[in-house]
């Protein structure tokens, strides 16, 4: 069982530049969600879905939208890159929203 | 709005040394809480939860973790680390709407 599949692992990006970064599950989870990762911060929920056709933005939606098209994947779309969105992107999955959640491995992400 | 609060950001042990992160979260009602580690360069696994009964909760490699709820809190303790406790330790708080929110994060270092 893989589990949380992210992709890429770690990609360098001009500001500016589409991207998206994938994520699959194989748990039929419910609940999926996009963290960014930075120093001192911790992790900040960017956006969430708690069932397939539903979305929410969460602590730091600015610059990202997200689709959940089916159960299994939960694709993170920057519109247009910018420096400051260079971080580490942990997606994560729960069964339902209440319970804990399992974390992907990351995409590491640099704008310049 | 719910939040959680960890003050110790960084914390030096040696091995045998005894261990207890502080945690404290705001929000009135009904709370699930959860502790999570991150090994350098690693994921988020999940190291110990609490939902109900029991205050005291026991988790994986020996840790554990007491809610107080008169204070608001959620501790992890451990009777005595090692050098392969050396991660950053994260306490996160669902309240069942939607999201989880993560602590600023407490990074150990063991030293052997």
């Known amino acids: 069982i893989a589990g949380i599949t992210q992709a890429p692992t770690s990609q360098i990006l001009a500001a500016g530049r589409r991207m998206t970064l994938r994520c699959t599950q194989d748990?039929?989870?419910?609940?999926m969600y996009w963290y960014r990762q930075d120093l001192g911060l911790g992790l900040r929920l960017i956006h969430y879905s708690n069932t397939a056709g539903t979305t929410g933005k969460g602590e730091v939606p600015d610059g990202y939208s997200v689709s959940r098209a089916n159960t299994d994947d939960f694709p993170l779309t920057l519109a247009s890159a910018v420096p400051s969105q260079t971080s580490v992107y942990f997606c994560?999955?729960?069964?339902?929203?209440?319970?804990?959640?399992?974390f992907g491995q990351g995409t590491r992400l640099t704008v310049v | 709005a719910q939040s959680v609060s960890q003050h110790n950001h960084h914390v030096i042990l040696s091995e045998a040394a005894s261990l207890e992160l502080g945690c404290n979260y705001s929000y009135g009602g009904t709370v699930n809480l959860f502790w999570y580690v991150q090994y350098p360069g690693q994921h988020l696994q999940l190291l110990l939860k609490y939902f109900s009964g029991d205050p005291l909760v026991k988790g994986i490699k020996g840790f554990e973790a007491e809610f107080i709820k008169s204070k608001f809190s959620f501790n992890l303790r451990k009777p005595s680390v090692q050098w392969s406790d050396t991660a950053e330790y994260f306490c996160a708080l669902n309240t069942g709407f939607q999201k989880l929110v993560f602590g600023t994060g407490t990074r150990l270092l063991v030293s052997p």
């Open positions: 748990m039929r989870h419910n609940a």
């Open positions: 994560a999955s729960s069964e339902r929203e209440n319970t804990e959640a399992f």
